[in-house]
């Protein structure tokens, strides 16, 4: 049975990973280690819960002690890194934890893989590592050659820990995959994040927070098509190898809204166009053709069949994302959109 460890798995894409290798691989026993900070929540693994392949563990991929103790216990053959503080808005009020969790929580964990021999450790990152695009070059894509080029303390703090995944293979032959992926949305995304934000906010016909013009452009893909990508990864995909993952739709963040008001047949009258964020990404693009080429991974999931069902998914599980909302999210959405002031 192969045992995976999943860290930040009581976030948006580790519980869909969890969900998804629960389902796709009976055999696979999988460990959750999540320190449920604001952006965890237990409820959203409750069915997870359920299986005996599962366990749940609460705990700081900081704290050495306790990640050791764990890979004691569980020898994993695989570790898939999801934890991590990944608002950008967030890091750009207070950039500390983020160095905290992303940069020296990795290196915990990659310090337990080596000494406890796990086959693979894979990092979860992101095509914020290679800055932006200029709008006007669609001919322009991401590929893995791309050079590192950061913009918020978000995407800063994720490139180094990419660096250091890499330096650890070299240095002490440690068997990592490190996959970069664009834009996610779907089930059990946060709604601080612009895709479930909207959403919410329409339901209760609140306005619609667009930063700046509207026009910065994002390439989405569905939350289940990036599982599935590492998945691939983490079973054939090359040590010391970087995948990029996305899905070829690039959409400006005010053409997202108003689809979300057409779906929710709400009026665009709601759009408010606000300040911008510091140091705003214009675009990403993610060329993955490497992906395709060595793992034969495609999206499988349409956009506007994706948006159909996230939005279904928003309506069905109010309670999920009403306790969030009800809680400390007010004093956050007051901080961040409070006297923002007009675009
Ligand atoms: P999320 O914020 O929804 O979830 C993060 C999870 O990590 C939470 O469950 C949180 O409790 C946990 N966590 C945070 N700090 C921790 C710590 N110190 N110790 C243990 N657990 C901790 O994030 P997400 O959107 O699911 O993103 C998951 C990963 O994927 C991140 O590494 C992110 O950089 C990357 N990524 C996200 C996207 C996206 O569109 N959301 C795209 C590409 C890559
Ligand atoms: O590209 C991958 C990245 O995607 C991940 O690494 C990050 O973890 C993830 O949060 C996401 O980062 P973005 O900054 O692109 O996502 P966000 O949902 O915060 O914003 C998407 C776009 O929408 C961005 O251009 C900012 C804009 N936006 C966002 C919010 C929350 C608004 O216009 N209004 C808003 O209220």
């Not at 366990?55 to 103790?69: H, K, L, N, Y």
């Not at 959409?251 to 300040?275: A, G, H, Q, Y």
């Not at 009403?322 to 901080?335: C, F, K, L, T, V």
């Amino acid at each position: 049975m192969m045992n995976v460890l999943v860290t930040g798995g009581a976030g948006f894409i580790g519980s869909n990973f969890i969900r998804h290798t629960l389902a796709a691989h009976p055999d696979c026993r999988v460990v959750c280690l999540d320190k449920l900070t604001y952006a965890g929540n237990l409820s959203t693994l409750s069915a997870a819960m359920e299986n005996p392949n599962f366990r749940f563990v609460r705990a700081d991929i900081c704290d050495r002690e306790a990640v050791f103790r764990l890979f004691e216990e569980e020898r994993p053959d695989v570790a898939v890194n999801f934890a991590a503080e990944s608002h950008v808005d967030r890091s750009i009020e207070d950039p500390g934890v983020f160095l905290r969790t992303n940069v020296i929580g990795t290196s915990v964990l990659m310090d337990a893989a080596r000494q406890y021999g796990a086959r693979r450790f894979h990092q979860v990152s992101t095509d914020e590592v290679y800055g932006d695009l200029p709008p006007d070059r669609p001919d322009l894509l991401f590929t893995e050659e791309t050079p590192i080029r950061t913009s918020s303390p978000y995407s800063a703090s994720k490139a180094a820990a990419d660096l250091l995944v890499l330096a650890y293979h070299r240095t002490y032959g440690l068997p990592v995959t490190i996959s970069r992926c664009s834009n996610n949305y779907g089930p059990y995304h946060f709604p601080e994040k612009l895709i479930p934000l909207m959403i919410v906010n329409a339901l209760h016909d609140k306005p619609l927070p667009v930063y700046g013009e509207g026009l910065n452009v994002r390439d989405w893909l569905y939350v289940e098509d990036h599982c599935r990508a590492i998945d691939l990864i983490i079973r054939r995909g090359r040590d010391g190898e970087v995948y990029n993952v996305g899905g070829h739709n690039e959409m400006r963040n005010i053409d997202i809204v108003r689809l979300i008001c057409r779906e929710l047949n709400k009026p665009e009258s709601l759009i408010t166009f606000v300040k911008d964020r510091k140091g705003h990404d214009l675009r990403y693009a993610i060329d993955p053709a490497k992906i395709h080429r060595e793992l034969g991974w495609s999206p499988e999931t349409p956009f506007r069949e994706g948006l159909k069902k996230t939005v279904a998914w928003y309506l069905a599980n109010r309670s999920w994302w009403e306790d969030i909302i009800s809680g400390e999210y007010q004093n956050y959405y007051e901080r961040m959109y409070g006297d923002r002031g007009p675009a």
